[in-house]
């Protein structure tokens, strides 16, 4: 029953998943790898196209998933699981314990959340760009270098770089993106006509 | 009725036109919510605000829901989180339909290697980001670096380790050193 699973998981995501919608971009590579939904390349097209549009990132990548696994209601079934339990927590929080942020308790719990989101982050680019720049997906793989991917990384690194100094401010996701999408079409045009 | 429609509109239009996830659609909400319609102060809105990040969940729905419901009860919590998705759910479920014939196009496929790349930096980038505005403590020194050097290890050497474990056991090594630090506190206090 695809629908209860897709259900169940975004449900899972949408209950642990702190820090917005990049906290939620390891959880959900996790589980689409796991069930065998998208490939590494798919799961990365997709967060593609969920930079570029609008709307929360956790929304579209959930329609996503959904759309691409079950059709129509495989997107509605996602999407419900990851926003119901936001709903329901800020519902309990808003109404019946307002204070709960105040607690130290949960500063508590928080403190330890905060770091661990941020590791899980770097530890998902690091482990996404070893598998797209060098096909490395576990120790047993032959490293093979790909070098327009990092010819590509090259000039957007530098690219940032150069934009942050002039303008005092990173350079917008959108623009990185038809950047490298540019590059991507020049460099593999040439290179595999 | 009509703040429901009216709760339903603006968020309706903050779903529609936000790039860039729930930290660019918080300062939006602030000139929509408090400059404009003044239907929360700035001290309300700065609560909404942590509440909305420290919870788990999309930026964007926490903030929906819990203005909705300040300003309209469930009804405005429902309406406002509705139109808050509603906007993302059409234009993705539109583009799920065409993006493989789309993604079969020679030049798109190149666009797309490139822009895949893109994503790894991008996500580094965030990661980053978040780093440098982390305190500098012991704390958070020790949980970043063992997180992510564990978490990367697992997934080299395959380990099937979900990071819902890292999220619950990190908070759980938080509440220990609060209790940790209370009671050592509570013994000085009583010699």
Same mark, same amino acid.
Request: hydrophobic share 55%; proline share 3%.
């Given at each position: 029953?695809?629908? &209860?699973?897709? @259900?169940?998981?975004? /449900?899972? #995501?949408? %209950? !642990?998943?702190? *820090?917005?919608?990049?906290?939620?971009?390891?959880?959900?590579?996790?589980?689409?790898?796991?069930?065998?939904?998208?490939?590494?390349?798919?799961?990365?097209?997709?967060?593609?196209?969920?930079?570029?549009?609008?709307?929360?990132?956790?929304?579209?990548?959930?329609?996503?998933?959904?759309?691409?696994?079950?059709?129509?209601?495989?997107?509605?079934?996602?999407?419900?699981?990851?926003? &119901?339990?936001? @709903?329901?927590?800020? /519902?309990? #929080?808003? %109404? !019946?314990?307002? *204070?709960?942020?105040?607690?130290?308790?949960?500063?508590?719990?928080?403190?330890?959340?905060?770091?661990?989101?941020?590791?899980?982050?770097?530890?998902?680019?690091?482990?996404?760009?070893?598998?797209?720049?060098?096909?490395?997906?576990?120790?047993?793989?032959?490293?093979?270098?790909?070098?327009?991917?990092?010819?590509?990384?090259?000039?957007?690194?530098?690219?940032?770089?150069?934009?942050?100094?002039?303008?005092?401010?990173?350079?917008?996701?959108?623009?990185?993106?038809?950047?490298?999408?540019?590059?991507?079409?020049?460099?593999?045009?040439?290179?595999?006509? | 009725?009509?703040?429901?429609?009216?709760?339903?509109?603006?968020?309706?239009?903050?779903?529609?036109?936000?790039?860039?996830?729930?930290?660019?659609?918080?300062?939006?909400?602030?000139?929509?919510?408090?400059?404009?319609?003044?239907?929360?102060?700035?001290?309300?809105?700065?609560?909404?605000?942590?509440?909305?990040?420290?919870?788990?969940?999309?930026?964007?729905?926490?903030?929906?829901?819990?203005?909705?419901?300040?300003?309209?009860?469930?009804?405005?919590?429902?309406?406002?989180?509705?139109?808050?998705?509603?906007?993302?759910?059409?234009?993705?479920?539109?583009?799920?339909?065409?993006?493989?014939?789309?993604?079969?196009?020679?030049?798109?496929?190149?666009?797309?290697?490139?822009?895949?790349?893109?994503?790894?930096?991008?996500?580094?980038?965030?990661?980053?980001?978040?780093?440098?505005?982390?305190?500098?403590?012991?704390?958070?020194?020790?949980?970043?670096?063992?997180?992510?050097?564990?978490?990367?290890?697992?997934?080299?050497?395959?380990?099937?380790?979900?990071?819902?474990?890292?999220?619950?056991?990190?908070?759980?090594?938080?509440?220990?050193?609060?209790?940790?630090?209370?009671?050592?506190?509570?013994?000085?206090?009583?010699?």
């Amino acid at each position: 029953m695809i629908y &209860l699973k897709l @259900f169940l998981t975004f /449900l899972e #995501i949408g %209950a !642990v998943s702190f *820090g917005g919608g990049y906290g939620m971009v390891s959880l959900i590579r996790e589980k689409v790898l796991i069930n065998g939904w998208l490939t590494e390349s798919g799961f990365l097209d997709i967060v593609a196209v969920s930079e570029s549009t609008p709307g929360p990132l956790a929304i579209n990548m959930a329609t996503f998933v959904g759309s691409s696994q079950g059709g129509f209601l495989g997107a509605l079934t996602a999407t419900l699981g990851v926003v &119901l339990p936001s @709903f329901i927590i800020i /519902l309990v #929080i808003a %109404a !019946v314990i307002k *204070g709960l942020m105040k607690y130290a308790g949960v500063q508590a719990f928080l403190s330890g959340v905060r770091p661990c989101v941020v590791a899980l982050i770097i530890s998902t680019a690091i482990t996404v760009g070893l598998s797209s720049l060098f096909a490395i997906k576990t120790v047993k793989s032959a490293p093979i270098a790909d070098f327009g991917a990092l010819a590509i990384f090259a000039v957007l690194v530098i690219f940032a770089l150069i934009f942050k100094r002039i303008k005092k401010k990173a350079p917008s996701p959108i623009l990185m993106i038809v950047l490298s999408a540019g590059l991507g079409i020049l460099f593999y045009g040439i290179t595999e006509p | 009725m009509k703040k429901i429609l009216t709760l339903f509109l603006t968020f309706f239009k903050i779903g529609a036109f936000t790039f860039g996830g729930g930290y660019a659609m918080l300062a939006l909400l602030e000139n929509e919510l408090v400059d404009k319609k003044k239907w929360l102060t700035r001290d309300e809105f700065l609560d909404m605000t942590a509440v909305a990040e420290s919870t788990p969940g999309p930026v964007a729905v926490n903030s929906a829901t819990y203005i909705g419901y300040k300003i309209a009860g469930i009804g405005g919590a429902a309406a406002a989180t509705f139109a808050v998705c509603l906007p993302s759910f059409v234009i993705i479920y539109v583009i799920s339909l065409f993006l493989d014939k789309f993604m079969s196009l020679k030049y798109v496929s190149y666009a797309f290697k490139g822009i895949q790349v893109c994503v790894v930096w991008l996500i580094l980038s965030a990661g980053i980001k978040m780093l440098k505005s982390l305190e500098k403590n012991a704390l958070n020194i020790t949980v970043t670096v063992s997180v992510a050097v564990l978490c990367t290890l697992f997934s080299l050497f395959a380990v099937n380790f979900s990071s819902v474990f890292f999220i619950l056991i990190c908070g759980a090594v938080g509440v220990a050193l609060f209790l940790f630090a209370r009671i050592r506190n509570r013994g000085r206090t009583n010699k």
